[in-house]
């Protein structure tokens, strides 16, 4: 019985694919994570479009050792339905090995993700650096600023996903991403970025409400992107093409 990992694109129920939709119509049981990433649409619209009965798949059942994913896989067709691509996330990968591991037939469907959606900035994707997430959490953590600071060394553009907790309806904002951006800066001063720094905002990527925002720190700060997901680029050397595009979004 195979294990689908499938991914659902960026925005709704109709992102996905038709290789998508086909598979999760021959499984028993269906399985959406919700911690990574989020819909611009409820579990029920989902439910209603692929005809299925859909599970929520909490952090804490997919990393969990005694796996009710894994032991379904067993004897039963079950999809892993994720926003963006299913093996963007580590944490995806990891269960993928595990039921590997445990003789279980693995087939990936792949969808839009936000690391080649962001294109729609103008920026290439082939001059983006390392990629690094803005944790809830971020006190103690100095991480994000680091691939920055290496990524501005190499002329590279950074993208920085923000995390998110939809149970406790937390998300980290462009804005938060900024001011959190701003205080290591001011701890380090390592004149990595400061509130003169050219930067992107983007919202809801890939729905018909997107939001995409550049200007310096300052102005973007001055910006409410409303509805998550947000993610934040600080792009590195622009080539005269993307100049010419990020115009367009001048804050």
Same mark, same amino acid.
């Given at each position: 019985? $195979?294990?689908?990992?499938?991914? =659902? &694109?960026?925005? +709704?129920?109709?992102?996905?694919?038709?290789?998508?939709?086909?598979?999760? !119509?021959?499984?028993?049981?269906?399985?959406?994570?919700?911690?990574?990433?989020?819909? @611009?649409?409820?579990?029920?619209?989902?439910?209603?479009? %692929?005809?299925?009965?859909?599970?929520?798949?909490?952090?804490?059942?997919?990393? /969990?050792?005694? +796996?009710?994913?894994?032991? @379904?896989?067993?004897?039963? +067709?079950?999809?892993?339905?994720?926003? &963006?691509?299913?093996?963007? /996330?580590?944490?995806?990968?990891?269960?993928?090995?595990?039921?590997?591991?445990? &003789?279980? !037939?693995?087939?990936?469907?792949?969808?839009?993700?936000?690391?080649?959606?962001? *294109?729609?900035? &103008?920026?290439?994707? %082939?001059?983006? #650096?390392?990629?690094?997430?803005?944790?809830?959490?971020?006190?103690?953590?100095?991480?994000?600023?680091?691939?920055?600071?290496?990524? =501005?060394?190499?002329?590279?553009?950074? =993208?920085?996903?923000?995390?998110?907790? $939809?149970?406790?309806?937390?998300?980290?904002?462009?804005?938060?991403?900024?001011?959190?951006?701003?205080?290591?800066?001011? !701890?380090?001063?390592? !004149?990595?970025? *400061?509130?003169? /720094?050219?930067?992107?905002?983007?919202?809801?990527?890939?729905?018909?409400?997107?939001?995409?925002?550049? #200007?310096?720190?300052?102005?973007?700060?001055?910006?409410?992107?409303?509805?998550?997901?947000?993610?934040?680029?600080? $792009?590195?050397?622009?080539?005269?093409?993307?100049?010419?595009?990020?115009?367009? %979004? *001048?804050?």
């Amino acid at each position: 019985m $195979p294990l689908f990992f499938i991914g =659902l &694109g960026l925005n +709704n129920e109709k992102d996905i694919t038709i290789n998508g939709l086909e598979a999760i !119509k021959k499984c028993d049981v269906v399985y959406l994570e919700n911690y990574t990433s989020i819909l @611009n649409c409820k579990k029920e619209d989902l439910e209603k479009f %692929y005809n299925k009965k859909i599970i929520f798949a909490r952090r804490i059942v997919v990393e /969990a050792d005694d +796996n009710g994913i894994i032991e @379904n896989a067993k004897t039963k +067709n079950v999809a892993f339905l994720v926003a &963006g691509d299913p093996l963007v /996330a580590t944490t995806h990968i990891d269960l993928f090995l595990r039921a590997k591991k445990e &003789g279980i !037939k693995c087939k990936v469907i792949h969808s839009s993700s936000i690391i080649t959606a962001i *294109s729609i900035t &103008g920026l290439q994707i %082939y001059k983006f #650096g390392k990629t690094t997430s803005i944790p809830l959490q971020n006190e103690s953590i100095e991480t994000p600023y680091d691939v920055l600071k290496d990524n =501005l060394t190499l002329g590279l553009h950074t =993208l920085f996903l923000l995390d998110l907790n $939809p149970e406790e309806d937390k998300f980290l904002t462009i804005n938060d991403a900024i001011r959190y951006l701003l205080k290591i800066e001011l !701890k380090r001063n390592g !004149k990595i970025f *400061s509130e003169k /720094a050219f930067c992107v905002g983007c919202a809801r990527i890939g729905s018909e409400s997107q939001a995409i925002k550049a #200007g310096t720190a300052k102005e973007i700060l001055k910006t409410d992107f409303g509805k998550p997901v947000h993610c934040l680029i600080v $792009p590195g050397k622009l080539h005269f093409m993307e100049e010419e595009c990020l115009k367009i %979004y *001048s804050a």
